[in-house]
Every structure is written in C-alpha cells, then in structure tokens.
C-alpha cells in the first residue's frame, strides 16, 4: 500500500513538471491554432537561467524562481514577435517549420553559452524526510513541487476565468477577427499568453532540474511528452492538459515500477494511440466544427 | 453637425477594386441606410471605417479627426462600435462575458448604467445572461452583439446585416430596437440588403454599385425611386428585398 501511495506521489511529481509544460502547448494552441514545437525548448531555456541564477549568483529560490519565470516570459514574447507574428496569416506549415527552426536555435543557443553537459540546479527545496503511519516515507521537495505547481495551475485557472484578459484569451480561441471590434489588442492578447505559457514552462523547467538533471536537449522529449499529454487531454483545453499531463505520468511511474522500464515509453505511447481511437479530439477536447 | 465623414475612399483587395473612392457623411443622430446588392461594396465600407481593412486612398474623419492611422482596437475607443456581419458572439463564452470584454475601453463608472441599458432594451439576455452565447437563438445573438455595441459606450454603431437570418417578427423586434438606440441619442450607420425594413427606420440613405456610390437621399426619395424600387424594394421579379432564408 505504502508503496503504490509512493508511486503515486512520483506519479503527480513527474505529472506536475509534464503539466506546467502542457499547459503552454494548449494555451498557445487554443489561441492561434498552432503547434509551438519551440516550447519545449523554451522549458529548457527556463530551467538554465534558473540553473544560472542559483549558480553564478547563488540566488535564493524564492527569488530565482519569479526571476526565473519572468525573465523566460520576455523569451516568449520576443519568439512570438520576432519569429512567429509575421507568418499568423501565413500557411499553418510555415509556422510550424519555423517553429521547430526556433526550437533547433535555442538547443544550439544554449548548448554555445554553457556547454553540452549535464547539469543540475542546486536543490534548495527543503529535503527532510518524513514519515507518515507505517512506513510512508516522502520527501519535502517532492511534496512542495506538487503543491506550487497546483497552486500555479490554480492561479492560471482563476486568471483565465475570472479576469477580463482572461476572458478575452478565450475568446480569440472563439472568434479571433471580432476582438479588435470590442477594442482588444489582439497582439497584446497573444502576447500575455505566450508569456504566461513561458512562465510556467520555466518553472516546471525549475522544478525538473531540482528533482532530476538539465541538458540542452531537455526540452525535445520532455516536450513531446507534455505535447503528447496536452493531445490527450484535448488540445486547447486547460483542464485537459491537466488531466493528460498526471495521466500520462501515471501510465509511465507505474510501467517503470511494474514492468519494466524498457516498456515505459511503448506503453505510454500505445495508451495515447488508443485513447486517440476513442476520442479523436482527446478527452476534454471539443471535436473540430468547421463553420462553413 | 457631422459626425463621420468619408472623402473620395478607395479600397482594394489585392488587384480588385472593391470601393473606387466613395463620399459618405453621417450627422450626429441620424439613422443613414447603406444599400446595395452583394459584393456592392457595403461590408467593405463599413470595414474600412472600423479600419479592419487598409485603405487605398482617401480619407475617413471622425468627429474632424482622421482614422487613418488609428488601429482597429483604437477606433472603438474613439466611439464607434461595429456589428460585423454573422454577429461574430464568442459562442463558448457565457452572454455576460460576451458583453463584459465589449467593456475594454469603457470607463469603469458608467458599467452599472449601460448593463442597465442593455438589459433594458433586451429583456431576454438579462435572462440569459449565464448561458453560453452558442446555445442562444440567431435572434438573440443579434441582440447580444448589438448590446456589445452599446457596452462599448459608442457614439457611432455600424451595423452590418442585422436581420441576416431572422424571421420578420425577431427582425422587427430588432430594428425596433435599433430605433430606441437611436432615439438615445446614437448614430447609426446600417448597411441592409432588406431595403424596405432599412428604409422604414433610416432618415438618409445612400445607395452602392460595383464601389460606387449612385444614388443618395433621404429615405423617403430612396423609397419612391423607381430604379430603387426595381432593385431592392420587391416590385419586380427579382427583387432582392426579402431576406428572412435561415
């Protein structure tokens, strides 16, 4: 029992870093209908300016982390505005190959200022052990990994939900052209997204560093994985990248401690072929109407 | 007193010359009718003023000064709220949302009035008001994006096709409407295909061919014309004055 609590809980840690990157997937992907295949790559560059923070200036976490995610917020803008505004009414191909062009620039970007190797963000979570009942053993940084990020999820909730600017991020979802007709920005409008989507990459980049190690390349499968869950869940949707991030870190912790970890990646993969096959828009996605 | 006026205004689709330099004013608190068949030029006019489309050549003054180098989310700003043709509601967002993001550029004081207003003029969106835009009737949505128009605090409304799919009872019940706006004091600029309705409420009207303006009145001088008459307002043949398809 202990130990299935303890999967689990490895589970919402890895399904807690998958969602913080899903959710830009979605969120940028609910907006202009695009795949940004550079936003794993935006994950790793946050987890490297905190790695940078903590480790030329030894900056506390609670400061690095905000830094941290707003500093990968202006890298967000500045991708969106240089490399991506230009082409919002070009071919959805030309955005997509530019985006993964962005994606290569950054691996190689960052791989020329600190070099090819594995490195790792100095923990400073507090990393006592504790001890619950009979033998429930969990971390400290564990558990604090999984509440920040619910409690940033929670935040996003409310932001889009109850807040104007919110409100108008689904709407461009809804009806782009019509924003400007009620005197929204719409430029302001993608921006605020790319920047919240950065911002949470990057501290799911944080976290990872802290809990596992941070290369250039991070971002390729991490962001597939995340990608892959956002799919799951339904693109485009919030609540769905969610649900798909901590389903997919389910299917993995459970496959690796179960069977095998060879499996891990065939299984997880299989499972997303065949929840596709039952729904083709994922699970909270809506089915695509085309108005004609 | 002139409220809008458009010199010589030129507007192209690539190398298609949709408006050949078309002269247009509107006075504070008429009810001026734009008319015209399809691919007339009426949408793209009204586009243009709203500066969702570039211009050519030409000029558009609003209260004296010139739009043309305001950007679409600034012209509301300034007082003048476009209806786009097809409503364009958010339809996943509720009908309060809808009406609360047209509040973008509206002081924050005069909310509680204009909501009032709305729901006022349109009693069956304060009904559902917690419904999502998409599950309302084409009606409703016609007067949810017309009560947007009002949220943006406007002096000037454009609207485009208001009775676009609805039957002759809805289509009353919102020109109806159109005339209380009115009557509170905005401007209304209407671009129609249902010319006989568009007459009724307009005090002015101006009729478009192939992008250009050819005949220009007051609604009465519209009404009687004959060349109006064979056109649009349903005593020949082909007249395109009923427009109630869903």
Same mark, same amino acid.
């Given at each position: 029992?202990?130990?299935?609590?303890?999967?689990?809980?490895?589970?919402?840690?890895?399904?807690?870093?998958?969602?913080?990157?899903?959710?830009?997937?979605?969120?940028?992907?609910?907006?202009?209908?695009?795949?940004?295949?550079?936003?794993?790559?935006?994950?790793?560059?946050?987890?490297?300016?905190? $790695?940078?923070?903590?480790?030329?200036?030894?900056?506390?976490?609670?400061?690095?982390?905000?830094?941290?995610?707003?500093?990968?917020?202006?890298?967000?803008?500045?991708?969106?505005?240089?490399?991506?505004?230009?082409?919002?009414?070009?071919?959805?191909?030309?955005?997509?190959?530019?985006?993964?062009?962005?994606?290569?620039?950054?691996?190689? $970007?960052?791989?020329?200022?600190?070099?090819?190797?594995?490195?790792?963000?100095?923990?400073?979570?507090?990393?006592?052990?504790?001890? $619950?009942?009979?033998?429930?053993?969990?971390?400290?940084?564990?558990?604090?990994?999984?509440?920040?990020?619910?409690?940033?999820?929670?935040?996003?909730?409310? $932001?889009?939900?109850?807040?104007?600017?919110?409100?108008?991020?689904?709407?461009?979802?809804?009806?782009?052209?019509?924003?400007?007709?009620?005197?929204?920005?719409?430029?302001?409008?993608?921006?605020?997204?790319?920047?919240?989507?950065?911002?949470?990459?990057?501290?799911?980049?944080?976290?990872?560093?802290?809990?596992?190690?941070?290369?250039?390349?991070?971002?390729?499968?991490?962001?597939?994985?995340?990608?892959?869950?956002?799919?799951?869940?339904?693109?485009?949707?919030?609540?769905?990248?969610?649900?798909?991030?901590?389903?997919?870190?389910?299917?993995?912790?459970?496959?690796?401690?179960?069977?095998?970890?060879?499996?891990?990646?065939?299984?997880?993969?299989?499972?997303?072929?065949?929840?596709?096959?039952?729904?083709?828009?994922?699970?909270?996605?809506?089915?695509?109407?085309?108005?004609? | 007193?002139?409220?809008?006026?458009?010199?010589?205004?030129?507007?192209?689709?690539?190398?298609?010359?949709?408006?050949?330099? %078309?002269?247009?004013?509107?006075?504070?608190?008429?009810?001026?009718?734009?008319?015209?068949?399809?691919?007339?030029?009426?949408?793209?006019?009204?586009?243009?003023?709203?500066?969702?489309?570039?211009?050519?050549?030409?000029?558009?003054?609003?209260?004296?000064?010139?739009?043309?180098?305001?950007?679409?989310?600034?012209?509301?700003?300034?007082?003048?709220?476009?209806?786009?043709?097809?409503?364009?509601?958010?339809?996943?967002?509720?009908?309060?949302?809808?009406?609360?993001?047209?509040?973008?550029?509206?002081?924050?004081?005069?909310?509680?009035?204009?909501?009032?207003?709305?729901?006022?003029?349109?009693?069956?969106?304060?009904?559902?008001?917690?419904?999502?835009?998409?599950?309302?009737?084409?009606?409703?949505?016609?007067?949810?994006?017309?009560?947007?128009?009002?949220?943006?605090?406007?002096?000037?409304?454009?609207?485009?096709?208001?009775?676009?799919?609805?039957?002759?009872?809805?289509?009353?019940?919102?020109?109806?409407?159109?005339?209380?706006?009115?009557?509170?004091?905005?401007? %209304?600029?209407?671009?129609?295909?249902?010319?006989?309705?568009?007459?009724?409420?307009?005090?002015?009207?101006?009729?478009?061919?192939?992008?250009?303006?050819?005949?220009?009145?007051?609604?009465?001088?519209?009404?009687?014309?004959?060349?109006?008459?064979?056109?649009?307002?349903?005593?020949?043949?082909?007249?395109?004055?009923?427009?109630?398809?869903?």
């Amino acid at each position: 029992m202990e130990i299935i609590i303890q999967q689990l809980l490895n589970a919402a840690q890895l399904g807690a870093v998958y969602a913080l990157i899903a959710l830009g997937y979605t969120m940028v992907y609910g907006i202009l209908r695009m795949i940004n295949f550079a936003h794993g790559d935006i994950f790793m560059v946050g987890a490297f300016i905190g $790695f940078l923070l903590a480790t030329t200036v030894n900056m506390p976490l609670v400061l690095m982390m905000p830094l941290t995610m707003l500093l990968t917020a202006f890298v967000g803008i500045a991708i969106e505005r240089v490399a991506y505004r230009k082409l919002r009414d070009a071919n959805r191909m030309s955005l997509v190959i530019t985006a993964l062009g962005v994606g290569i620039f950054l691996e190689n $970007f960052v791989r020329m200022v600190v070099g090819p190797q594995t490195r790792q963000i100095p923990a400073q979570l507090p990393d006592k052990i504790l001890t $619950f009942g009979s033998g429930l053993v969990v971390t400290e940084d564990k558990l604090l990994i999984i509440l920040i990020s619910l409690a940033l999820m929670t935040i996003l909730w409310l $932001f889009t939900n109850k807040t104007l600017m919110g409100t108008a991020m689904r709407a461009v979802a809804d009806n782009a052209d019509v924003i400007p007709l009620m005197g929204i920005n719409l430029n302001r409008v993608i921006a605020v997204t790319f920047a919240i989507g950065s911002a949470l990459a990057a501290a799911g980049g944080i976290f990872y560093g802290q809990a596992y190690s941070i290369d250039p390349y991070m971002g390729i499968d991490l962001g597939w994985k995340a990608f892959i869950a956002a799919v799951i869940g339904g693109i485009g949707s919030i609540e769905g990248a969610v649900l798909g991030s901590f389903m997919l870190a389910g299917v993995e912790v459970f496959t690796v401690a179960y069977l095998s970890s060879n499996l891990k990646n065939g299984i997880a993969f299989g499972l997303l072929i065949l929840l596709l096959l039952i729904w083709p828009s994922g699970i909270m996605g809506k089915p695509m109407i085309k108005k004609v | 007193m002139k409220l809008l006026e458009i010199n010589q205004l030129a507007v192209s689709y690539g190398s298609i010359k949709a408006l050949h330099g %078309i002269d247009l004013e509107l006075n504070k608190g008429e009810i001026v009718s734009l008319l015209g068949a399809n691919g007339a030029g009426k949408s793209t006019t009204l586009r243009a003023i709203s500066r969702m489309l570039p211009i050519t050549s030409g000029d558009i003054l609003y209260n004296g000064t010139s739009l043309i180098k305001c950007p679409a989310h600034d012209v509301v700003a300034r007082g003048i709220a476009h209806v786009p043709e097809g409503r364009g509601i958010f339809p996943s967002l509720t009908v309060l949302e809808n009406l609360k993001l047209a509040t973008w550029t509206t002081q924050k004081s005069n909310l509680a009035n204009l909501y009032s207003s709305v729901f006022d003029l349109f009693p069956r969106l304060a009904e559902r008001k917690a419904q999502l835009a998409g599950t309302l009737s084409g009606g409703e949505q016609q007067m949810l994006a017309v009560g947007r128009a009002i949220m943006t605090d406007c002096q000037l409304v454009l609207l485009d096709e208001p009775s676009m799919g609805l039957s002759p009872r809805l289509c009353k019940e919102v020109f109806q409407a159109l005339q209380e706006i009115n009557k509170q004091g905005k401007t %209304i600029l209407l671009v129609e295909q249902n010319a006989n309705m568009a007459l009724k409420i307009a005090h002015r009207g101006y009729v478009l061919e192939n992008g250009r303006i050819v005949l220009t009145g007051s609604a009465e001088e519209l009404i009687r014309d004959p060349r109006v008459k064979e056109a649009y307002l349903g005593t020949h043949k082909h007249a395109l004055g009923a427009n109630t398809g869903n």
